[in-house]
């Protein structure tokens, strides 16, 4: 079997080193075959999987973030082929919304049992565990304001959640289409699920799961920035699901339309589209564990 390691040398950061040496002691001691691909940017990833389709019976390991996994998962067929998230990075939502246990590298690299999950997708594009509109997907991409700031995962996704509420929070006007019903919204908040959580693997959604065929939608009416900030601090204990204006839901097909451009984030990548159309993708995935 070749297990092909690829690398995310920015979201590594100065864990690169580490990582590498982690990942080469651990298959040289038990004879794997293996490469280590290091790269710095999605166009080098998907270059890099482009030349490694002459490989059969292989396993493609995202190290690094979550993103790292989304841009992988997009670029390799995932018919034919095992994947496996080996979770270096500062969120590591997708490793929490498909393995109910602590990370044991060792133990992720050598298992050869498979398994499979669903995927979301989001105009054609595969998402892992999260998208994102309105005040959501305005926190994922004021991320990158804090990144190089000495915080942890969640310390940058609540930093990130307070700046965006004092000055870049505004509602969206959509049409909604969920599986077939047709309603026009006003929601300072829409978060869609693969997983329990999102940035800073934060709760969000407790109750979702990527093994049962759909996808938790969380919708919340306009907000202000009292009722935002009330909203957040009962994420914890999942009593926001409950608030004044919030609605959840299960689906397979949904679609938002505006006559304004919307911005939506996927897996902590921006994108930007009048009409998104998304679905989910049971048993789309194969991975190890």
């Given amino acids: 079997m070749n297990h092909l390691f690829f690398m995310n040398k920015v979201s590594l950061g100065n864990r690169f080193e580490r990582c590498y040496k982690e990942i080469k002691d651990i298959c040289e ?15 080098e990833l998907e270059l890099a999987t482009d030349k490694c ?29 095992v994947f496996q998230y080996l979770p270096y990075g500062s969120g590591n939502n997708a490793y929490i919304t498909f393995y109910n246990r602590p990370f044991d590298l060792e133990r992720d690299i050598l298992c050869t049992d498979t398994f499979k999950a669903d995927l979301g997708q989001a105009n054609g594009e595969y998402f892992i565990t999260m998208f994102g509109l ?13 990144r190089r700031r000495y915080l942890s995962g969640k310390g940058k996704y609540y930093a990130s959640i307070f700046y965006t509420l004092l000055f870049d929070s505004k509602p969206v006007k959509v049409r909604m289409n969920v599986d077939g019903v047709i309603e026009d919204k006003v929601s300072s908040f829409i978060s869609i699920t693969n997983g329990p959580t999102t940035g800073g ?4 959604s407790p ?12 919708l919340s009416e306009k907000l202000g920035l009292v009722g935002a900030l009330r909203m957040f601090s009962k994420v914890k204990s999942g009593m926001h ?15 938002f339309e505006s006559d304004d451009k919307l911005m939506y984030e996927i897996d ?10 998304i679905n989910v993708c049971p048993n789309a995935i194969t991975l190890k564990g």
């Fill in 241 to 255: 699901l409950h608030e004044p204006g919030a609605t959840h839901f299960l689906f397979e097909k949904l679609t």
């Fill in 207 to 218: 109750h979702s799961c990527a093994f049962d065929g759909k996808l938790n939608a969380l």
């Fill in 53 to 81: 389709k002459q490989y059969e019976n292989t396993v493609y390991y995202a190290v690094g973030g979550d993103g790292t996994f989304q841009a992988l998962v997009n670029a390799v067929d995932l018919k034919s082929n």
């Fill in 29 to 43: 001691k038990h004879c794997l075959q293996y490469e280590i691909i290091a790269t710095e940017s999605i166009k």
């Fill in 134 to 146: 309105a005040l959501d997907a305005h926190i994922g991409r004021n991320l990158s304001k804090f």
């Fill in 201 to 204: 693997q934060t709760p969000i």
């Fill in 268 to 277: 902590g990548e921006i994108h930007f589209a009048n009409k998104i159309d």
